[in-house]
């Protein structure tokens, strides 16, 4: 499951191959929200609930690339599997290029809107001056380099559409490890480095994604993979980015209208104070770090569809998303429990604040159980 090799996934034991697929992307899940919650755990230690708050604005506008990102990411696992199920490894790799292109072009126009208007959107969710001074700097970096969360999430995409997703973890852990280093280096400046506050936390973050962007191109560019990308690869199809933006379009769509309701949300609780909006915001992170690993099984369970479909097998593919469910089920039934009981606990991990406590784990208990 963790070295690395690809696996063919249209024949054998269905049980394997969702054990298979499903631990290096339930790792490469919970590294990836593990970002989020490490930067916050640092920022909460500079006790400023300003620096919370426009960290947890920030992340909900973010919220809208990281949909627009994983919309495009399943399209581009379906269709990377679907030909590699074909045994069409070419075919997958151009895929894979024009998936990229289309990433790029989302990121340049987020990024350009973004250096222009980056303090005019922490006011439309409600921030006051206090916390557009404290925390601008970091929805600068964040939002004016999404590249970094677009092009991670599209290259692990490719990789685990060709059932390597011990890649796709490992590009994680390295920009994790990264962001683990530099993030009290940069946010309380140790050593050389000045004190760069929380707009630290994002350059941290952002030098931590490219590092695994790099990782993930050497290791396409290479010849190790069934993907190999080539100078041949390396050329804009029109067919299959409009195949693309279909296949893509309910998807985004899908993770638009819930990312919405959490956006709304969170410039409501901002109108209750710093304490208030602080204790939700940690709160919400945890809950994603729990969630996003159950996208690992969802993930296993999309390229086991792909692969079973271009290999001309729907029962082995629809036997695969009933088997993927019911393990889920189990998984987020087992996480609910434990936020029952120890919310609190969890919450004292990340500041000793008790009015941030109690706001926090009255969160986790309602989302969890709502």
Same mark, same amino acid.
């Given at each position: 499951a963790l070295n690395g090799s690809e696996?063919?996934? *249209?024949?054998?034991s269905i049980n394997r191959a969702i054990f298979l697929l499903s631990i290096p992307m339930i790792l490469?899940?919970?590294?990836?929200?593990?970002?989020? =919650?490490?930067?916050?755990?640092?920022i909460s230690k500079l006790n400023d609930n300003n620096a919370v708050t426009a960290v947890g604005l920030t992340?909900?506008?973010?919220?809208?690339?990281?949909?627009?990102?994983?919309?495009?990411?399943?399209?581009? *696992?379906?269709?990377?599997?679907?030909? &590699?199920?074909?045994? !069409?490894?070419?075919?997958?790799?151009?895929?894979?290029? @024009?998936?990229?292109?289309?990433?790029?072009?989302?990121?340049? =126009? &987020?990024?350009?809107?973004? &250096?222009?208007?980056?303090? !005019? =959107?922490?006011q439309l969710m409600g921030a006051n001056q206090n916390i557009v001074d404290v925390g601008s700097g970091y929805t600068l970096w964040m939002l004016g380099g999404n590249f970094t969360i677009v092009a991670l999430f599209l290259c692990n995409a490719i990789f685990r559409g060709a059932g390597n997703a011990a890649v796709a973890m490992r590009s994680?852990?390295?920009?994790?490890?990264? @962001?683990?280093?530099? !993030?009290? &280096?940069?946010?309380?400046?140790?050593?050389?480095?000045?004190?760069?506050g929380v707009e630290g936390a994002a350059i941290a973050t952002n030098i931590g994604r490219a590092a695994g962007v790099l990782y993930q191109i050497y290791y396409l560019a290479g010849d190790k993979g069934i993907i190999k990308i080539k100078k041949e690869n390396i050329r804009i199809d029109w067919d299959i980015i409009n195949k693309l933006l279909k296949v893509s379009a309910g998807n985004v769509g899908q993770f638009l209208i819930s990312t919405a309701s959490w956006l709304f949300l969170a410039r409501i609780i901002v109108n209750s104070g710093a304490t208030a909006f602080a204790g939700y915001q940690i709160a919400i992170r945890v809950i994603i770090f729990t969630i996003l690993p159950s996208w690992g099984m969802a993930n296993a369970a999309a390229t086991l569809v792909g692969q079973n479909l271009g290999a001309q097998q729907p029962e082995r593919a629809e036997k695969s998303v009933w088997t993927a469910g019911f393990l889920n089920m189990i998984f987020l039934g087992l996480i609910s429990v434990v936020f029952f009981f120890a919310s609190r606990a969890v919450m004292s991990l990340f500041t000793s604040d008790p009015g941030v406590i109690e706001y926090g784990t009255e969160c986790l208990r309602i989302v969890t159980f709502g």
């Amino acid at each position: 499951a963790l070295n690395g090799s690809e696996q063919n996934f *249209t024949e054998g034991s269905i049980n394997r191959a969702i054990f298979l697929l499903s631990i290096p992307m339930i790792l490469e899940m919970a590294m990836e929200s593990l970002l989020a =919650v490490v930067d916050i755990y640092f920022i909460s230690k500079l006790n400023d609930n300003n620096a919370v708050t426009a960290v947890g604005l920030t992340e909900s506008v973010i919220a809208i690339v990281y949909s627009m990102a994983m919309g495009l990411g399943m399209a581009a *696992t379906a269709m990377v599997a679907r030909r &590699i199920g074909e045994k !069409d490894a070419p075919g997958a790799a151009v895929s894979a290029v @024009n998936a990229f292109y289309i990433g790029i072009s989302l990121s340049l =126009v &987020i990024s350009v809107v973004s &250096i222009f208007f980056y303090e !005019d =959107v922490l006011q439309l969710m409600g921030a006051n001056q206090n916390i557009v001074d404290v925390g601008s700097g970091y929805t600068l970096w964040m939002l004016g380099g999404n590249f970094t969360i677009v092009a991670l999430f599209l290259c692990n995409a490719i990789f685990r559409g060709a059932g390597n997703a011990a890649v796709a973890m490992r590009s994680l852990w390295i920009a994790n490890i990264l @962001n683990m280093i530099l !993030d009290p &280096i940069m946010i309380f400046g140790w050593g050389p480095f000045p004190s760069w506050g929380v707009e630290g936390a994002a350059i941290a973050t952002n030098i931590g994604r490219a590092a695994g962007v790099l990782y993930q191109i050497y290791y396409l560019a290479g010849d190790k993979g069934i993907i190999k990308i080539k100078k041949e690869n390396i050329r804009i199809d029109w067919d299959i980015i409009n195949k693309l933006l279909k296949v893509s379009a309910g998807n985004v769509g899908q993770f638009l209208i819930s990312t919405a309701s959490w956006l709304f949300l969170a410039r409501i609780i901002v109108n209750s104070g710093a304490t208030a909006f602080a204790g939700y915001q940690i709160a919400i992170r945890v809950i994603i770090f729990t969630i996003l690993p159950s996208w690992g099984m969802a993930n296993a369970a999309a390229t086991l569809v792909g692969q079973n479909l271009g290999a001309q097998q729907p029962e082995r593919a629809e036997k695969s998303v009933w088997t993927a469910g019911f393990l889920n089920m189990i998984f987020l039934g087992l996480i609910s429990v434990v936020f029952f009981f120890a919310s609190r606990a969890v919450m004292s991990l990340f500041t000793s604040d008790p009015g941030v406590i109690e706001y926090g784990t009255e969160c986790l208990r309602i989302v969890t159980f709502g």
